[in-house]
Each structure stands twice: as structure tokens, then as C-alpha cells.
T-cell receptor, first 115, second 114 residues
Framework: ETGVTQTPRHLVMGMTNKKSLKCEQH?????MYWYKQSAKKPLELMFV???????ENNSVPSRFSPECPNSSHLFLHLHTLQPEDSALYLC??????????????FGSGTRLTVV | DAKTTQPPSMDCAEGRAANLPCNHS???????VYWYRQIHSQGPQYIIH???NNETNEMASLIITEDRKSSTLILPHATLRDTAVYYC???????????????FGKGTLLTVNP
């Protein structure tokens, strides 16, 4: 257990469904991230939250909607996804003090399959 | 952040040292070298990082050349559980702003063989 917990571990959803991925960190970190990893591709950064404020959105389609209600929780709301959105979705957290960066801690990911 | 170059794959015999190279010839003076690894279908795991001195922890050693243009991650006694994709990443440790990005490349797939 890394201190970053993602649920569910596996998710199968239809293209018309609405679902949410959840990430919780117990490390006291002040920044959280969503990454997408498609088969045989590098990790792609999707969203960055720092102190609960979204600081980066890497041209992600609007069918992905992040939410960060507090510094310990991060959600990724999904609706009307496409089969090509099937991937491993990874959450990470980090502690960034006055811009200093101490590295990421990742969760185990949610394996999403869109049918 | 500086770009890195790693071999796509390497093999290593179990019990032997695994030496994973990384080139980062455009590294800046304030950029650190970070290493992560990703075991199949899991989240990446932090291994080690350094600026210019060699570093060692319970997982690995990091050797950075004097000109800082390349580095080597050393797993002293590789086991089958060390089979993973290893990522070398270069970035500033203190960005002075809101740039917290960590950009992953394709990494090196290390296969440890019995």
C-alpha cells in the first residue's frame, strides 16, 4: 500500500454510462494528479490539482471531469466515453513546498474498459 | 524539463547487477534526475533521485557522471520481481511556481531472467 488508494481497481462501463473514479491519499500531500496510460503508450498527464485548485488541464475531452473537494480526495467523473478511452487511470500525489518538488506517490490505478 | 534517452529494453540474469543507462545531455544545472519503475499494470514507484552526487538507498544506487549528461541506475542484485519498466526523468526540484509536472517517456523494460 503506497498511501494513495484508488477505487475501483477495475471498471467496465458502456458508452452511455456515467461513472466516477476515486482517489484518496493519506500522506498529507498538497497536490494530486490524474494520468492516463493506454496500452503500450507512455503515461499521459491529464489534470493537476494544487491546494485543491486545478492548475493544469492537458486538452482533455470534456467527457472527463475532475473534482477535488479537499486535499485528500480526487475524483474523475466519466460520461459518454468511447472505446478508445479504455486504459489504466492512475492517480498520484506529491508534496510541493514553495515550489520544491519531492516526487510523486502513485496509486495502483483503475483499469477501465469501455464497451 | 530536459529530455532523456533510454534503451527500450534490457535483460539481466537473476542475482546479477542490473545497470540501466540514461542520457540527458541537455540537463540544466538546477535539474534533478529521478528514477521510477512500473511493474506491469501497477502505478509507477519512486526509486531514487539525485542532483550531481552519487546516491544510494535500500532499492538502488544512482551514478551521475561528472558532466551530468548521463546517469546509471544500478540494482545490485536483481530479482525476478525487479522486472519492470524503468523511467529516467529529469526536472527541476524547485520550480518557483505551479509547474508540478512529471513527464514520463517510454522507459526501459528490464527483464530479469532466472
Amino acid at each position: 500500500e503506497t498511501g494513495v488508494t484508488q477505487t475501483p481497481r477495475h471498471l467496465v462501463m458502456g458508452m452511455t454510462n456515467k461513472k466516477s473514479l476515486k482517489c484518496e491519499q493519506h500522506l498529507g500531500h498538497n497536490a494530486m494528479y490524474w494520468y492516463k496510460q493506454s496500452a503500450k503508450k507512455p503515461l499521459e498527464l491529464m489534470f493537476v490539482y494544487s491546494l485543491e485548485e486545478r492548475v493544469e488541464n492537458n486538452s482533455v475531452p470534456s467527457r472527463f471531469s475532475p473534482e477535488c473537494p479537499n486535499s485528500s480526495h480526487l475524483f474523475l467523473h466519466l460520461h459518454t466515453l468511447q472505446p478508445e478511452d479504455s486504459a489504466l487511470y492512475l492517480c498520484a500525489s506529491s508534496q510541493n513546498d514553495r515550489g520544491a518538488f519531492y516526487g510523486y506517490t502513485f496509486g495502483s490505478g483503475t483499469r477501465l474498459t469501455v464497451v | 524539463d530536459a529530455k532523456t534517452t533510454q534503451p527500450p529494453s534490457m535483460d539481466c540474469a537473476e542475482g546479477r547487477a542490473a545497470n540501466l543507462p540514461c542520457n540527458h545531455s541537455t540537463i540544466s544545472g538546477n535539474e534533478y534526475v529521478y528514477w521510477y519503475r512500473q511493474i506491469h499494470s501497477q502505478g509507477p514507484q519512486y526509486i531514487i533521485h539525485g542532483l550531481k552526487n552519487n546516491e544510494t538507498n535500500e532499492m538502488a544506487s544512482l551514478i551521475i557522471t561528472e558532466d551530468r549528461k548521463s546517469s546509471t541506475l544500478i540494482l545490485p542484485h536483481a530479482t525476478l520481481r525487479d522486472t519492470a519498466v524503468y523511467y529516467c526523468i529529469v526536472r527541476v526540484a524547485n520550480s518557483g511556481g505551479s509547474n508540478y509536472k512529471l513527464t514520463f517517456g517510454k522507459g526501459t523494460l528490464l527483464t530479469v531472467n532466472p
